[in-house]
């Protein structure tokens, strides 16, 4: 088993933990009774998740961090364990509208926290420029991408998405955005939303960036895409609830956008 920092093993005390395999982060995520432990390469965006989780403390239900080490490359980030069902579960998910009207909820939460002092940032500057080291690097994994977005009739490969990107570049509006606003990081409980998982990449930018994310995942979630499906259900109800009729160009600008991460 392997060893954790003293300052992380003081407080866990050798309790039991069940590993989590939902997510795609690539990360070790180790679920104790009280408390979540996330091990994960130490590098800029690790770094970015516990220091937005700190400002967050008190503005929005998400986990309060516990303590934070780093060492060997790695970052070891303890956090509180919040309460409630993922908006993904079968429990929740089999009753579409309502889903729908709680993802509605979470986004409004999400867009109405204060970004005064905000420490990061997620505009298209910030990005784009991320997106241009992951295809730089070959960290795309195109495999696991929407069908239409690569080959007949779309991208021809990354590269040629990123141009595109670079190229039509949408008016943006500043609000505070979670960066990965899909149906497993939202939590909950008795109708209501309980805690947001997985801040990494949240920040000042666009309001849209979540909804296109959003929409998808509540797409993707009740068309069998994921296993359930809710026949007659409509992912443009979530616009509905958000009393919003949405820029279509600019839904589809962030869904592409998103494919580079």
Not at 122 to 143: C, K
Not at 204 to 223: E, F, K, M, Q, V
Not at 239 to 258: Q, T, V
Request: glycine fraction near 8%; charged fraction near 30%; hydrophobic fraction near 35%.
């Amino acid at each position: 088993m392997e060893r954790l920092p003293e300052t992380i093993e003081k407080i866990l005390r050798g309790a039991p933990y069940e590993t989590d395999s939902i997510g795609m982060s690539g990360a070790e995520i180790r679920l104790y009774p009280e408390a979540v432990l996330k091990i994960s390469r130490d590098d800029e965006a690790a770094r970015r998740e516990a220091d937005i989780l700190t400002w967050l403390h008190g503005k929005l239900p998400a986990p309060e961090v516990l303590a934070c080490q780093r060492e060997g490359g790695r970052q070891y980030l303890l956090m509180t364990r919040l309460r409630g069902k993922m908006l993904c579960d079968s429990r929740v998910i089999t009753d579409a509208e309502s889903a729908a009207r709680l993802l509605a909820q979470a986004l409004e939460m999400v867009s109405a926290v204060d970004i005064s002092h905000c420490p990061c940032r997620a505009d298209l500057d910030t990005e784009l420029a991320i997106a241009r080291a992951h295809v730089e690097r070959g960290e795309v994994d195109v495999e696991n991408t929407d069908p239409a977005t690569f080959g007949p009739g779309g991208f021809r490969n990354p590269q040629h998405l990123l141009m595109w990107l670079e190229e039509n570049r949408p008016p943006e509006d500043a609000r505070f955005t979670h960066g990965d606003m899909c149906l497993p990081n939202i939590l909950t409980e008795n109708g209501r939303i309980t805690g947001f998982l997985d801040l990494g990449g949240a920040g000042i930018g666009d309001p849209y960036r979540d909804y296109a994310i959003a929409r998808r995942s509540l797409h993707h979630n009740t068309d069998g895409h994921h296993g359930h499906t809710s026949p007659g259900f409509d992912a443009d109800t979530l616009f509905r609830y958000l009393g919003l009729s949405p820029d279509r160009e600019k839904m589809r600008y962030f869904a592409l956008l998103d494919e580079l991460f």
